[in-house]
């Protein structure tokens, strides 16, 4: 990565609205721009029928899978188009286009993040930011630590291809949206369900 200049890392609390404003300055401040943002964090709450879900559990996942990227986008965006360029990429999943059973808060949370793809990138369309998301099925990674083995054998069920989503094919895509090749699509939904999505 040091010869395409360099890496920094933060930890930040993604749900705290002055947390995210921080991290942001301190961003531009060592980087002089901010040209991506990715929305990537997410958690799953855990699987069990709606009625028994947990209401503060409920609100955490849609804090972390859509008021934490709400917060994000509202803290680039005017450098963005100060800059008068930028790339969001957001990380919604096929459970919001479709709702997963026992998962209702997460399908929940994702279906809010592709609303708020699309009213971002409509508004942001004829400035330089283009905003899009990706639809990932299941993808083998640690949230599938949160899950039972039930809910995962369910969700490999429903793929045509017949296997989980490899982390580098997700990247790949995500990488094209964020960058300048990606010039004519925003307030879209990328597809990386292998088959499954109907829409």
């Known amino acids: 990565m040091s010869a395409h200049g360099t890496v920094s890392a933060d930890v930040v609390e993604l749900t705290d609205d002055a947390a995210v404003a921080a991290a942001t300055a301190a961003v531009v401040a060592r980087h002089g721009r901010l040209d991506i943002l990715v929305n990537n964090a997410g958690i799953t709450g855990g699987n069990a029928p709606t009625w028994q879900l947990d209401p503060a559990v409920w609100r955490r996942v849609v804090e972390v899978n859509l008021i934490a990227p709400f917060l994000t986008c509202r803290a680039v965006v005017p450098q963005m188009l100060a800059q008068g360029y930028g ?10 286009k479709e709702g997963n059973p026992n998962a209702s808060h997460y399908s929940a949370s994702k279906a809010g993040l592709i609303g708020l793809t699309k009213s971002l990138g409509k508004e942001l369309a004829q400035q330089g930011v283009l905003v899009n998301a990706v639809s990932p099925a299941a993808a083998r990674t640690a949230i599938f630590d949160q899950m039972t083995p039930e809910h995962i054998a369910f969700m490999l069920g429903k793929i045509p291809m017949g296997r989980f989503l490899e982390v580098d094919q997700a990247a790949a895509m995500i990488c094209w949206l964020a960058s300048e090749d990606c010039a004519f699509s925003t307030g879209a939904v990328f597809d990386l369900s292998g088959g499954r999505a109907t829409y």
Do not use: P
């Not at 790339?87 to 919001?96: D, E, H, L």
């Open 87 to 96: 790339r969001i990429v957001n990380i919604a999943s096929v459970a919001g």
